[in-house]
Structure formats: structure tokens, C-alpha cells
């Protein structure tokens, strides 16, 4: 059996999904942070095992990346998000009015204002078309991938956990849907391991092989496979089929479906959850204060629009004479309103989520200013993203954002992006 047999699907945005690029420092956590572990996350056995591996193979695949993608001309990228619309200086206000329930961590001074930069790109893992081809047998067919919003406030004031390149920076990954496309550590896992399978470590057909197996009545392999390597070890065939399903329905229902025809013009969502002082967890989002209806594109085939037309769209903007601005909102829930899989399981939904977010501050990217010029590409390149660089108060929760601590440390060595602030 081969995997040529299957249909090629380019990850799009899955990686940014479950991942978003960033580097921490090997910092440990406060007498806050732990807390709020012990309170509101149960983490599966098994787990930090797991994440040893996806540590491995997210090296693994740079590497073979830079090693056989001609474009890359050997270099060592971003393990996910490596394509950059650009990056945008801005400035975060906390709103002056704030209700006293939500002044808590970053948002405990009313009126406090943040110097911010905000980093636009495709969570894809290769520099390619903006709008991606799924099917080889079409190559001219084109459809959505995940967009992301990293945002990185700088000195903010209180306990942080992990310092940012020995800055006291809160930072927070954002995608274009409320849900990732896949759910924990062990998902992910087997998402590193179908990409490895691929020459360039970029397809990630295998993951839904079992799908398809199942439907067509086969047995599914057991244990290592001289084809399908580790893909199938410790296989849990009701856990893992039902998951891979989910992922399947994030991936055709959210992530294929949202048309963005200007990456300053939609909303992202940080889909995981954050703590939110000891006892709670909060959900944060940020909106367009004037959005704009994305209106599917007429036609999708090669060149129309164009490879890059993310970042001629945000070029143009930024080089305008209106001012963008975004709304940051927070949802904020009490361990004892979310259940396990609300914490540990990043492709659900909170209890009438989309009905909950709470504006707490304002996000306004100044113009002129030109996301093109060199020394703003150098400077976004070479800037990190984590959500452990981070508050006390708002530490990452659950499965996907304890599996981005060890992961995105090595992948930005890897990378060789310690060095530079």
C-alpha cells in the first residue's frame, strides 16, 4: 500500500490550528500559574512523552523542509506560520471604563496602554500560494487556509512566566476560527507523524488515512508499519477515529469556508484557553471595530488573485490614511462552568461562545507605515511568538498549549531565533 493511492492535503492552516510559531526561554512558572494548573486542567498520562516526540519530529521537518523545498534554498524556517503578510506596530489600550470583574492581570489598570506589534501570516508550514491546492489531479483549484494574528504587548508590568529574549512581553496567537482543528497532545502527535511520511513534510494525508480505511471496511495496520511508520502506534480506534472525524468537520465547516480578502478586515480567536487569575479561565478574541463582509471570490483558479495578495492587501492598507482598529474581547468562565473537554480539548466550543466576548481594549495600528520595508521584515522575522510569554495570571491551559512550551523551544533554536529581540 502507498500514499500515492490517497489524495494530497496540504495542511493550510492546521498547523496554526494547534500551533502558532513562537519561542520561550526554559523559565519556570509562578505560585499563580500553578494553581491555576492544579484547578482547572487534567492532563492524560502518557502526555509529556507525546510531546518529547512532536518536539523531535517538528525539528525533523524543518529540516527536511530546508533539505528539499527548493524555494526555502536551505533554510531553516518557522515550523507552522512561516509566511508573513507582514508585521505592524500598534498600541493596546486597556478601556478606561472597565468593569471591575475583568481587572485582573494585564487588564488590572483601566486606561494602561501597551507599545504592541502584530504579526499577520498563513498557518500553513510552507512559504506558498495564499490560497492553496488541495487536489494534485487540479492543481489549479484553489481554496481557504487558516490565517493568523500574533500579537506581542511589550513590558508589561506583574509575575511573568517565562521571560521574552529577557523582555517582560505578553504574547497572544490568534487564528481566523473559534476552534482548532485538532483537539490534544495525542492528535497532534499523529499529525507529526503523517507529515513526516511525505517528501517535504508538508502533506498531511495520512492523518485521515484510518478514515478512510474504516469506510472502506479495511483493517486498520497495528503497531509500526514499514509504510505508514508510527502512524498507527497506540491507536486507539474509537478515541482516534472520532477525533480525526472533528478534525475533518474544523477543517471543511471553519477553516475552508471563512474567505479573507484582507487580513485587517476579520476576526481572530486565541481558541485555546487562558487563565484568568487562580479560579478561572478566559477566552480571548479581537474584532475589527468597523468590520467588513469577506465576500467569497469569483473565481479561485491560478493567479486570480494573486500568490500573495494577503500581503498586497495589508500593504495597501497600511500605506493608506485611515487607521485600523481592532476590538479586544475576553469571555471569562469559572472552572466549575466548563467542563474537562472545554479545557482540553481545543476544537470545542464553550456554552454559547460566540454570544459571550466582553470588549476590554482597544487596538489601534497607526498609519502610514510600510510592512514591506527591509528592516520591518527583519524584525518580524526575527521576532518569537509563545503564549507562555505571558502573566502569571494568564496562563496557557490545556493540552495544545502545555504541548507548545517544549515544542517551540526547540523549533526556535532550531531555527536559530534566541538570539534577537
Known amino acids: 500500500m502507498s500514499t500515492s493511492r490517497f489524495a494530497r492535503l496540504r495542511l493550510g492552516g492546521l498547523g496554526a490550528a494547534a500551533i502558532a510559531a513562537l519561542m520561550i526561554s526554559a523559565g519556570g512558572f509562578g505560585a499563580g500559574a500553578e494553581e491555576a494548573t492544579e484547578t482547572l486542567e487534567s492532563i492524560p498520562p502518557g502526555e509529556a512523552e507525546q510531546s518529547r516526540e512532536v518536539s523531535k519530529l517538528t525539528t525533523e ?4 523542509r530546508a533539505e528539499h523545498v527548493p524555494e526555502q534554498h536551505g533554510q531553516i524556517l518557522r515550523g507552522v506560520h512561516p509566511k508573513s503578510h507582514g508585521c505592524v506596530r500598534a498600541t493596546f489600550m486597556v478601556d478606561e471604563h472597565l468593569d471591575p470583574t475583568y481587572q485582573v492581570g494585564l487588564f488590572a489598570t483601566p486606561g ?33 487556509g487558516s490565517r493568523g494574528m500574533a500579537i506581542k504587548l511589550l513590558d508589561v508590568d506583574g509575575e511573568i512566566l517565562n521571560q521574552d529574549q529577557g523582555h517582560s512581553n505578553q504574547d497572544f496567537l490568534m487564528i481566523n476560527t473559534p476552534q482548532f482543528a485538532f483537539a490534544n497532545v495525542r492528535d497532534y502527535l499523529r499529525l507529526n507523524r503523517a507529515l513526516m511520511l511525505s517528501e517535504t513534510a508538508d502533506s498531511g494525508a495520512a492523518f485521515f488515512l484510518p478514515l478512510k480505511l474504516k469506510s472502506e471496511g479495511q483493517p486498520l495496520p497495528k503497531g509500526s508499519d514499514p509504510v505508514f511508520g508510527d502512524l498507527f502506534l497506540d491507536f486507539d480506534e474509537a478515541v482516534d477515529l472520532a477525533n480525526t472525524k472533528r478534525t475533518l468537520d474544523v477543517i471543511n465547516k471553519e477553516i475552508k469556508t471563512r474567505t479573507v480578502r484582507n487580513p485587517l478586515e476579520v476576526q481572530y480567536f486565541g481558541a485555546a484557553p487562558f487563565g484568568f487569575g487562580p479560579d478561572r479561565a478566559m477566552k480571548v478574541s479581537a474584532a475589527p471595530c468597523m468590520p467588513r463582509e469577506q465576500e467569497p471570490f469569483a473565481t479561485v483558479v491560478k493567479g486570480d488573485p494573486s500568490p500573495n495578495y494577503l500581503q ?6 497600511m500605506l493608506g490614511n485611515d487607521e485600523v ?29 460566540a454570544e459571550n466576548y466582553q470588549r476590554v481594549a482597544r487596538i489601534i495600528i497607526p498609519v502610514p507605515q510600510d510592512p ?30 502545555r504541548l507548545r512550551q517544549p515544542v517551540y523551544i526547540e523549533s526556535a533554536r532550531h531555527r536559530g531565533a534566541l538570539g534577537t529581540y
Open 61 to 64: 521537518a524543518q529540516t527536511k
Open 312 to 317: 498586497e492587501a495589508l500593504t495597501a492598507t
Open 325 to 353: 482598529c481592532f476590538d479586544f474581547m475576553i469571555q471569562v468562565r469559572s472552572g466549575a462552568d466548563l467542563e474537562v473537554e472545554h479545557i482540553e480539548n481545543a476544537t470545542t466550543l464553550w456554552p454559547d461562545e
Open 372 to 401: 514591506t520595508a527591509a528592516d520591518v521584515v527583519e524584525q518580524c522575522e526575527a521576532m518569537a511568538f509563545s503564549p507562555w510569554n505571558a502573566l502569571a495570571a494568564h496562563q496557557p491551559l490545556g493540552g495544545i498549549n
Open 112 to 144: 494602561r496602554t501597551y507599545e504592541a506589534w502584530l504579526r499577520y501570516s498563513n498557518a500553513a508550514v510552507l512559504r506558498e500560494d495564499d490560497l492553496e491546492a488541495d487536489d494534485p489531479a487540479q492543481p489549479d483549484l484553489r481554496s481557504n
